[in-house]
Structures are given as C-alpha cells and as structure tokens.
C-alpha cells in the first residue's frame, strides 16, 4: 500500500496560490569546476533515492486537503532548456514536485514549495552532488555533513515541525498597510530572466560588521535604498518598502525536518529624501534582530497553525479552501510585501568537495505583484546575490550592484541567463 | 572577464552586452556559468492553434446569434440566443475539455453532467418553464454519469486508486435533486429519490466489495 503524508503548514498555502504567473517553484543550483557528466549525475539521483521519500511523492487532492502519496518512480534528470522556476507540469518526471536538471557546469534543483524549503532542498543538492562526485571516481569523507543514502530514514526528516512548536499564546496582530509594488514591462515572451553577482563573502561580511549589521539585513536595507533611489524618489508614492525575508526556524526550534519549517519576517521602511543608508542599514538590522527573536518567532508559528487547527476550518471542502487561502495570501502576503529576500547561507561541504565546487545559487521564484525577488547563497568564501524577475526593467538591479561596486568597494561579478533580451 | 565601466561591475564572458545596462562589450567566450540559449523557446508560442481556432469561432457564433436574435425581436419575440449561446459554449467544452484535453475520464464525465444539466435547465426555461429537466433530466443524468463512473471503474480496476473521488463527488451530486424538489423547482419526486437511492447502493456496493485500501484511500481524502 502506497505511503502518504499530509502537508505541512506551510505546504498547505502552495497548492491553492500557484498558476503559471506565480509558479512556487524555487531553484538552487551548484555551479562545479567541471561540466556535468549525465550518467553519474543520473546515478546519484537513483542512489539518493531511498533517502529522500518526503520529496518522491505526488500531489493528489482530497476532500477536505490535498496530501501527497508516496511513489516508487526513478527521479529522470533532464537537460535544462527552459526558464528557471517555471511550474512543473505534474503530467512529466513521472508527476514528481521536483527536477533534477544540468547544464554545462550546472545542476540545478528545482522545487515546488509544498514539498520542503530552502534548507531541505540544499541537504537534498549536497547528498546529490555527494555521490556524483563519488561515481566521478572523487574520494570524499564526508565529516558528517551529508546525508547518506544508505543512513536509512530519520523519522524526525518528515517531522511537521510546525505542529511540534505550536504553542497557544497570545498574539498582537498590528494592521499593516500596503506596501510599495514594483511595476514593469512584461518580457515580450513570459518567463523569467536571472542575474546574478557574485561578491567576495568575507568582504562583504566585513563591511556588513563595519555598519553594525548583518549581510541580510544590509543587503535588505541596500535593495531597500536601491528602490526608493530608482522608483519612489520621483514617484508620487509614499507607500513603505517591504522586504519579506523567509527565516529558517530550525535554528531557534530544533528540528531536523527536512519538510518546511521556515517564517517569513517583514522589513518594512519609509524612505524618505532624509534617509540615508547607514540609518536605513542600522534601523533594519535592529528590525530584523527583534523578529528573529524567540518569542516573535512562535508567534508565526502560532499564526500560521492557529487557522489551520480551527475545528470549523476541517470541514471546508479542499475548493473553497483554496479560494480563502488564496484571498488571505493576496490580501495578507502578497500586498504587504514589496519583494522577498532569501537568503540560504554559507553552505557547509565537506573539506574535499569545496574544489569541487564553484558557485550556488539560490533563485526565488517571481510573482505577479512582486515581479523581481532575491536569493543569496555563498559558498567557497564567494556569494551569490540573484535576482529573478519577470519584467524588463533592470534599473533597481543596476543601482544595487553599482553601488555595492562603488561606494561599498566590493567587486562584483555580474552573469545572467540572458532571458528576453535581445542580442 | 570585461569591466562594464557604466555600471562598474565586471561582466562575465558569456556575455555580448552587460545585463544590467545592455552596454554593448567586447569580448566574448565560454564560461562555466552559462546558461542554455533560449531562442527556440521564443519561437514555441504558435499564433494559430486548433484550440484558439475553435474559441474563436464559437465566440463569433455567440455574437453573431444575439445580434440576429436582436434584430429580429420585433418578429420573432423569444430569446433564442441564449439557448444557442449555451449550446456553443457547450460545444466549446466538448472539444475543448473532452477532445482535445488528456484529463482523467472522471472529471470530463463530471464536466459533461454539469454542463449538459446547464444547458437544459435553460432550453427549459426559455421555451416556457415546464419542468422537464429539473424533472427527469438533471436528476436521471446525475444517475447515468455515476453507472458510466462506476462500469469505467470496475473494467479498468481502477476503483480505489483514481477513480474515488470522481465517485463520491458523484454520491454528493445525487443528492441534489432532492434540493430542486424542495425549492419547488421539481415537482416529480420518484427521480429524485431514484437517484439518491442509486448512488447510496453505488456507495454500499463500493464498501462491500472492498478491500483495505478502500478504507485507507478515505481516509487520506478525508485526513481523519
């Protein structure tokens, strides 16, 4: 009998607010020193396998919830053609929620959301590239950074971390208003266009240290600065900016979940001709500092469980469900957020894999009222900051990586899939 | 590596012209971070396809017909429009939904006993309220698309993997007619209680012959 399991907290959102605009797919690629061998690369997904049952499954749709049903299907890794995070079409890759794809010096890890996140998809990517580099003949140990295929699988991997934190507690809800929205010029042909620069993580860290901050809460307050220079400046808007910044909750409630367990935390600022960036940089890192406190933290949780815990909530039919989830994630997400900032970390590898590997990239998935969103992820002491958007203007991208170059007096690197840009 | 001096950024080599400003750079060749070409993607989108063809054409019928039934009114005082209207679009989600679309078999049946229900209520209405479909029709087709779920079912043995949920939507549809007969709008009681009693024996049957993955597929589609 096939197994199958419900969706976790958050994985309950995707299913009802995904379409070809808003896809819920993210990317997080590795960038290798050499180009992709096909056949080891298969071989390492057959042998992850085993490993990885919460990711090979199937979406099927239920009564009252959608769940997923585990499948004894091979994972077929494909060439990579496309545009990243575009949806997955369930009728292909024998109907998993995930692609295994390559490109040159590239394997990239494409995911739909309800399946796990950021972190779930970087352990599945680092046991991946773990036994493609043993079947490339690479003597790895592995420092226990990796896990294995035949480790066998921890219970606590499919855990619903949400359900084991939630605690009853009293919450102050603040009514937010509407954040500012980026608009732009849709490419002539849909799809979604990457640049990424890469900056050296130590500099940058140090500089972040110079102003009292951390990277994420610098580069929040620099795309933050960067916005009002390019759009609101000359606009008529006073609305804030809002960087919605996804937060790993494994670090302040440990859990070893390989399913979602993260909340997102707002950045929100009114820029106005006064603002200069240090205070912009100090005023966000002190936000950030107090979000990703403990007790605000629970409070998500509480937040995001509560609704779903509510006895009259079961017995709504999976249909309309979708529609509330869907009016709440507009009203509630999507309004209040000018862009999303992910940001994944230093990704720890084995010693012996490090020369191995070049780059990875994190890429976050566009939406229709967020047209361009960020993902940074540094490996081998080089960080990768990407944008991924949808429209073709690149004038708040061009600010932010300037000045990064320029005033802060990093050195940046710039590439970029190229898409709808005619050469 | 080329330096983008508009931007000051260095550019990688894969790269004509600097992506953030579309300078045009010099020097140009292989990299490790290149991504595919996407020329044959822009290529993909056809202008004409059979389905566009088809939505064009049933919209113009649409159109054309209440601009004929307008201009006519003055003879011919019916709204006819509207029961050609619903026929088209009907048509449309033949070819659409059922021809040209690989959805699993229960949801077109699904598709077809919704819709096909639409379309009579409204002839029904427009040639002057009678009752024949909300009668006999809607409740005794609710019967049919179950008996086709089910043969469809049973000759595939696909009963307790694919097919559940199109069956139970069916249980629920069923019982709808009984709703028409206490609006008032059916005055016919024997379909209606014919059909609640046909899908009820469908369930039963459905229980009966049943093995444990019948109870373990209810109980994911009903998460208790």
New interface residues.
């Given amino acids: ?1 096939k197994k ?1 399991y ?1 969706l976790d907290n958050a994985a309950k959102l995707f299913p009802s607010v995904t379409n070809t605009k808003n896809t819920s797919v993210y990317r997080i690629s590795a ?3 050499n180009p992709v061998d096909v056949d080891a690369l298969q071989q390492a997904a057959d042998t992850v396998f085993d490993r990885f049952p919460m990711f090979t499954v199937k979406l ?6 959608n ?1 997923l ?1 585990s499948s004894t299907d091979k994972i077929v890794i494909a ?5 990243p995070c575009r949806n997955i079409d369930p ?1 292909t890759n024998n109907g998993y929620l995930f692609k295994v794809l390559y ?4 394997v990239s890890v494409e995911v739909f959301h309800a399946l796990t996140d950021g972190n779930g998809a970087v352990e599945f990517l680092k046991s991946l590239l773990y036994y493609y580099l043993m079947y490339m003949g690479h003597e790895i140990d592995t420092e226990d950074r990796i896990l294995l295929a035949d480790s066998g699988v921890d219970i606590h991997d499919m855990e619903d971390a949400f359900r084991r934190y939630y605690k009853d507690c009293y919450v102050e809800s603040v009514r937010n208003s509407r954040a500012y929205h980026i608009k732009g010029t849709a490419f ?2 849909f ?1 979604n266009n ?4 890469v900056v050296s993580a130590s500099q940058l860290n140090a500089l972040a240290k110079q102003k009292g901050s951390t990277i994420t809460a610098y580069l929040s307050a620099l795309l933050s600065y960067s916005i009002y220079q390019t759009r609101i400046k000359y606009s008529k808007s006073n609305a804030p900016v809002v960087i919605a910044v996804p937060v790993n909750l494994r670090k302040a409630f440990p859990s070893r979940t390989l399913r979602n367990f993260f909340g997102v935390v707002n950045l929100g600022a009114r820029i106005t001709e006064d603002t200069t960036l240090d205070e912009l940089i100090f005023r966000m890192n002190e936000m950030l500092k107090y979000k990703t406190g403990k007790e605000n933290l629970q409070n998500i949780i509480y937040n995001n469980v509560a609704l779903e815990r509510n006895k009259a909530t079961l017995f709504v039919p999976l249909f309309l469900k979708n529609w509330f989830v869907n009016l709440g994630f507009h009203m509630l997400g999507e309004s209040k957020r000018t862009l999303t900032l992910s940001n994944i970390g230093n990704i720890m590898l084995p010693q012996q894999m490090y020369k191995h590997v ?2 990875i990239e994190a890429l976050v998935y566009p939406s229709n009222k967020s047209p361009m969103n960020c993902g940074i992820s540094s490996v081998n002491d080089k960080l990768v900051i990407t944008f991924t958007r949808n429209i073709v203007e ?1 004038d708040i ?2 600010y932010f ?2 000045t990064l ?2 005033e802060a007096g990093l ?9 709808g ?1 005619s ?1 | 590596m080329t330096k983008c001096i508009r931007c000051n950024v260095t550019v990688d080599n894969q790269h004509y012209r600097c992506p953030l400003c579309s300078k045009p750079l010099k020097i140009r060749g292989e990299s490790t971070t290149e991504y595919p070409s996407y020329k044959e993607i822009y290529q993909e989108t056809k202008p004409f396809t059979v389905a566009k063809l088809f939505l064009f054409l049933t919209i113009s019928a649409i159109v054309l017909s209440i601009t004929i039934n307008a201009l006519t009114y003055h003879i011919n005082p019916r709204i006819w429009s509207i029961i050609v209207s619903t026929g088209l679009i009907y048509a449309w989600i033949v070819v659409k939904d059922t021809i040209l679309s690989n959805k699993h078999i229960g949801r077109k049946i699904l598709y077809h006993y919704v819709m096909l229900s639409i379309f009579l209520l409204v002839i029904d209405i427009f040639v002057g309220f009678r009752g024949w479909s909300t009668n006999y029709a809607i409740p005794l087709f609710g019967v049919a698309a179950t008996f086709i779920m089910t043969v469809l079912a049973i000759v595939q043995k696909s009963l307790w993997r694919h097919d559940i949920g199109y069956i139970l939507a069916m249980f629920f549809i069923n019982l709808c007619p009984m709703l028409l007969f206490v609006f008032n709008l059916s005055h016919v009681i024997w379909t209606s209680v014919f059909s609640i009693v046909y899908s009820l024996l469908t369930i039963i049957g459905m229980i009966i012959f049943s093995d444990r993955k019948f109870i373990s597929e209810i109980r994911r589609r009903f998460h208790y």
Avoid: C, P
């Fill in positions: 009998m199958w419900k960038v290798l020193t099927r749709r239920g009564v009252f919830w769940y049903e060439e990579d053609q496309q545009y009728t490109y040159k010096n590239r002539e042909q799809g990457v640049v990424h620069g070049e780059l690149s991208l061009q990586f300037s170059a320029g050195e940046v690197k710039i590439y970029s899939n190229d898409w840009i050469e």
